[in-house]
């Protein structure tokens, strides 16, 4: 398993940047790559499935989500998926309420399908543009949340 940890601040309530980020219907417009949601069962809660097509690295990955977990945390939010389809992942994402604005804590855990040569590509290059994409991903999202 890969793991990547990115954070972000967003001049933003909490409730609010909690709100839109985990309604599914709107990943598309911020999430780098991402398709907007088929066969959508549910609006972001716990339980909440989806299938989607992430592009990436000039292919159309065929992924289906499932939201595990959408509660929440002391002051802020958690919420988990797990990810099936052309790679398996879990993602993790926490809503964090600082200086009247909110920090988005997200982590992944991935793991790509094949032998010693996918873990070599991975090491080289995917891991650097996996990297990349959640950054953009995070900063399209406070970009979107901030202008609203």
């Not at 309604?23 to 999430?31: D, S, T």
């Not at 991935?110 to 080289?124: D, F, H, M, Q, R």
């Amino acid at each position: 398993m890969w793991n990547l940890q990115k954070t972000v601040f967003i001049d933003r309530r909490v409730e609010e940047v909690h709100q839109f980020a985990t309604n599914p219907v709107h990943w598309y417009q911020w999430y780098a790559g991402l398709s907007e949601a088929e066969n959508l069962l549910g609006t972001g809660g716990k339980g909440t499935s989806m299938n989607l097509k992430y592009y990436f690295f000039g292919r159309s990955l065929e992924l289906h989500v499932l939201v595990v977990e959408n509660a929440p945390l002391e002051d802020g939010y958690i919420w988990r998926a797990l990810i099936t389809g052309a790679f398996d992942a879990n993602q993790t994402w926490t809503y964090v309420p600082t200086n009247g604005g909110t920090e988005i804590h997200f982590e992944m855990n991935y793991e790509l399908p094949g032998s010693i040569l996918g873990k070599v590509a991975n090491k080289l290059y995917i891991k650097k543009l996996m990297s990349n994409s959640i950054e953009q991903t995070l900063q399209n999202l406070k970009d979107i949340s901030e202008s609203e």
